[in-house]
């Protein structure tokens, strides 16, 4: 059986996973006594003195042998603790003894420090001190212990701070550090480390004055207490910092990448949870925060992630809107902005992107959702050995490993600290006094501390005393006093109705029908109806804002409005009551199969099909739920059909390949739009160069009745595998009986390729023109860059290799700057052929390792013309640069840090 000991404060046992209580006070400190010194036998006159001090009572021999037994009942069977001739020992791995462990981390550190591997070092040090809880053996009472074993053990862990402090400072967190370097010299004032630091980091941060003011309070300090001058160390970096060193001046910030959001409203208390959430993050790979909607869960985890530091960056996987468990994985590699359109599994996916990768994922609000959430995170935890997951719920995932760590309502102090902020943010008038606070106190008391509720409460005080507010809680939330943190916030979700207008509760309901946010003219669209009108809306969502029921983000191009998980599942239930969740539900999916139609057939190959694109990326939670409510249905097909033909810029190929596979599958009936959809996904396989899925659907394309949609998958499938020039004859006529602008120029592209890579100089220049003159008559810009593609196509195989060059590098940079996730790797790949046809064969192998690492994160596989002009440029490279040296290039290419850089300078 393992156990675990923790000394690092208050004394811990653990066997199995399971906790040991060691409860009465002799035997934790025979425990204390044999772990400080473990692996070597303690005599029994130091456990005796450790005991009792220098005077141990008669019989304490007895005593002695009597505690050994007990402790060895308790800890059990397997209990370590082994009888020696001159006393005992205990018996353990280091790393099962926390202290060890530290001990062995900080070596590390130093040691990785010292060796230049300061990332390395930063994470070492932070796990160490990371296992820190309090003080050492605080609930251990043994005076001995506390005189001649404690210091030590304090002073190792000061010496850790300094460390972990240098660390940070070599990595250019002058800034971060300084508030802890502050606290640091005013519980230390006679430690000259910590000021040298503070003085380092005050300087670094261009605050020199207030560097060279440090220097003159600790050397006054140093010669009033202890009547010395400061140490050579302190008056090397103050001779620095006086002649502005610049070698002091030049560290580099460690980046932050992520896509953590930043804090709104200020975060008031928690600092025990905060402390104890690092601590665990630190020394755990899997943590979970668990509690009560509204507690708080997902502001500690964003604090806390806030706070970190990891080399590939903190990233949130927010699961509030995902509602198919079998997008779960989708969901994650969307916010780990993972790039793939292949048809792996993107399980396989995420775990290929994170194999090698130091990075935080916070996966927040996982309740509904806890087997797949566990599930995932297990697989990702055992394929990523530098993986760290902070999640929340408000149950355990049953994660092995995972430490949990339950949220508590907030403190008396705390609770009445946020109520007044928010109250005075809200309502300026607000002003705490000393003849109002104890209301306040009484009023959080009966909110139970819960965020959420102190937040809704706070922003009354607008249009209600402090008073008045109290006294509806009494005649409105009996429920508050009930046990159950799930009836506390029902109650508080209650009054809060009860203080909205009618038609505010109306609105509130029917905005719960939106998953992950909506924008104003879709609540307009969906909520309109009987007591509400169309030109109300955007007042009744005014007023929904001001009370904090609804979110308001305005600083993109269109607000918009969102609903937090608990007060949308509070609306849901209203909807229920009111009888309309079908009717909205009915709306909604209208409203989102009408919106996709119209961004295809209006503004795909416009001049706003980028505007729509993003619209639609954000828009997928409401897509994904108005799919799943109408399966089985024509719409169904039809929305997943035009939403495929949107994927390909997005980086959704694969999400619209699925929900093709999911609407056929539910609707057997044969129809023109079941046809279609069959014909896209054999148009995405075929493009993800799934060649068995691509030959598998074209066999059941054949079979349909012909459409446009199956003449260009037959097109693009006999272009691209088989390279066979009777496609162009088959693509021409799909361009020509296209219904839509989208889908005509999509077939013009296609037959272009076809033509430049089939044909001759004359009709591949006249095919280059006429898609160049269908993109600029549109005025779109991303299927303008596709056409800039085919004109370095036309020059690479007809005219001049240089001018390919210009062209593939002018569509990649356009396609970059837009945000494109398809384009860039075909961009790469084709420079990639054109540098080489230019003689530029160093960098042109580059280039190829950079387009397979853009192949590794997307999955796609070059098949037929593509993949033949890939290993025809492959080997030319090879034989003009000999294997060695291809290779060297190549590999450079595969470990470039931004493959679509290195093709552009």
């Not at 050994?68 to 005992?88: H, N, Q």
């Not at 900080?106 to 003080?135: M, Y």
């Not at 965020?451 to 922003?459: C, H, M, N, T």
Request: charged residues 25%; proline residues 5%.
């Amino acid at each position: 059986m393992s156990y675990q000991f923790r000394l690092l404060g208050a004394l811990e046992v653990r066997s199995g996973g399971e906790p040991v209580a060691i409860n009465a006070a002799k035997h934790r400190v025979l425990l204390a006594s044999l772990l400080v010194d473990a692996n070597r036998v303690v005599s029994s006159e130091t456990l005796l003195t450790r005991l009792w001090g220098e005077n141990p009572p008669s019989g304490a021999r007895n005593t002695l042998q009597n505690y050994v037994m007990r402790l060895r009942r308790t800890l059990g069977a397997a209990a370590p603790i082994r009888t020696r001739p001159e006393g005992y020992v205990i018996e353990v791995d280091d790393d099962s003894v926390d202290l060890f462990r530290f001990f062995r981390l900080t070596a590390q550190a130093k040691t990785a420090f010292a060796a230049g591997e300061v990332k390395k070092a930063f994470t070492l040090s932070c796990e160490a001190l990371g296992l820190w809880r309090g003080d050492p053996l605080s609930d251990v009472p043994s005076e001995v212990l506390r005189s001649d074993v404690v210091p030590a053990l304090v002073e190792r862990r000061l010496a850790a701070v300094e460390l972990r402090l240098d660390v940070d400072l070599k990595l250019g967190r002058h800034q971060d550090v300084l508030p802890e370097l502050q606290e640091l010299t005013t519980a230390y004032p006679l430690r000259e480390r910590y000021w040298a630091q503070r003085i380092l980091a005050l300087y670094r941060a261009g605050r020199q004055s207030e560097a060279l003011e440090c220097y003159r309070t600790v050397q006054a300090k140093l010669a009033d207490e202890l009547g010395v001058d400061p140490c050579p160390e302190l008056r090397e970096v103050h001779a620095r910092v006086l002649a502005a060193d610049p070698a002091d001046t030049v560290a580099a910030p460690m980046v932050r990448s992520g896509n953590v959001p930043a804090e709104l409203t200020s975060f008031v208390g928690r600092y025990t949870q905060l402390e104890q959430a690092r601590q665990l993050l630190a020394c755990h790979r899997m943590v979970t925060l668990t509690g009560v909607g509204g507690v708080g869960k997902t502001r500690l985890a964003m604090r806390v992630a806030a706070g970190q530091v990891f080399p590939d960056g903190v990233w949130l996987a927010d699961l509030v809107s995902l509602a198919d468990p079998h997008l779960l994985d989708r969901a994650v590699a969307d916010a780990l902005g993972v790039k793939d359109q292949s048809a792996k599994p993107r399980l396989d996916v995420l775990v290929d992107h994170l194999r090698d990768k130091e990075l935080l994922l916070v996966v927040d609000n996982c309740e509904h959702i806890v087997g797949p959430v566990a599930a995932l995170i297990t697989t990702l935890l055992r394929s990523a050995p530098g993986l760290r997951v902070l999640a929340t719920s408000r149950q355990q995932l049953g994660v092995q490993g995972e430490n949990l760590l339950p949220l508590p309502p907030l403190t008396d102090d705390e609770a009445v600290q946020m109520f007044v902020e928010r109250a005075t943010a809200s309502a300026p008038n607000f002003r705490a006094t000393p003849g109002n606070l104890e209301t306040v106190r009484r009023l959080c008391q009966r909110l139970d501390g819960i965020p959420l509720a102190i937040e809704l409460a706070a922003v009354r005080l607008n249009s209600l005393s402090l008073k008045d507010i109290l006294d509806r809680i009494d005649d409105r939330f009996r429920l508050l006093a009930r046990p159950g943190h799930h009836v506390t916030l029902r109650g508080v979700l209650d009054w809060s109705h009860a203080l909205c207008s009618p038609a505010e509760r109306l609105l509130w309901a029917r905005v719960s029908v939106f998953a992950g946010g909506f924008e104003l003219v879709a609540a307009e669209a969906v909520c309109t109806g009987g007591q509400i009108r169309s030109e109300d809306i955007v007042d009744l969502l005014a007023g929904l804002v001001s009370k904090s029921i609804v979110t308001a983000v305005t600083d993109l191009d269109r607000t918009r409005y969102s609903l937090l998980e608990t007060l949308r599942e509070y609306g849901t239930q209203k909807l229920d009551e009111l009888g309309e969740t079908g009717a909205l539900k009915d709306a909604h999916r209208h409203f989102y199969q009408c919106l996709v139609r119209y961004g295809v057939t209006h503004n795909w190959c416009s001049p706003r099909e980028l505007e729509w694109q993003h619209l639609l990326q954000l828009e997928m939670p409401n897509i994904r739920a108005a799919l799943d409510a109408s399966r089985g249905t024509e719409e169904a097909l039809e929305m997943a059909a035009n939403l495929s033909r949107c994927c390909f810029f997005s980086g959704n190929v694969s999400e619209g390949r699925h929900w093709l596979a999911k609407t056929i599958g539910h609707h057997p009936t044969a129809s023109t739009q079941r046809t279609n959809a069959i014909a896209l996904q054999t148009w995405i396989a075929t493009m993800q160069g799934d060649l068995q899925a691509a030959d598998e659907l074209i066999t059941v394309c054949r079979m349909q009745e012909p459409t446009p949609a199956t003449l260009f998958a037959e097109g693009i499938y006999t272009m691209l595998v088989k390279a066979d020039p009777s496609s162009i004859p088959l693509l021409d006529r799909a361009r020509a009986e296209a219904t839509t602008t989208g889908d005509s120029y999509m077939a013009t592209l296609f037959w272009a390729i076809g033509v430049i890579l089939l044909s001759d100089g004359d009709s591949a220049e006249d095919a280059r023109s006429i898609c160049l003159a269908e993109a600029e008559k549109q005025d779109a810009p991303w299927s303008s860059s596709w056409a800039v593609w085919c004109g370095g196509l036309t020059e690479l195989r007809h005219g001049d290799p240089g001018k390919a060059v210009d062209l593939f590098r002018e569509a990649l940079r356009r396609q970059h700057e837009f945000g494109d996730r398809w384009g860039p790797l075909w961009a790469v790949e084709a420079l990639a052929w054109a540098t080489a046809a230019h003689g530029d064969f160093p960098h042109a192998a580059r280039l190829l390792g950079a387009a397979w690492q853009m192949r590794q994160r997307t999955g796609v596989v070059p098949i037929g013309l593509f993949g033949g002009a890939h290993l025809q440029t492959a080997d030319f490279v090879r034989a003009e640069l000999g294997a060695e040296t291809y290779d060297a290039e190549f590999k450079a290419g595969t470990e470039a840090h931004d493959p679509i850089a290195l093709a552009l300078r």
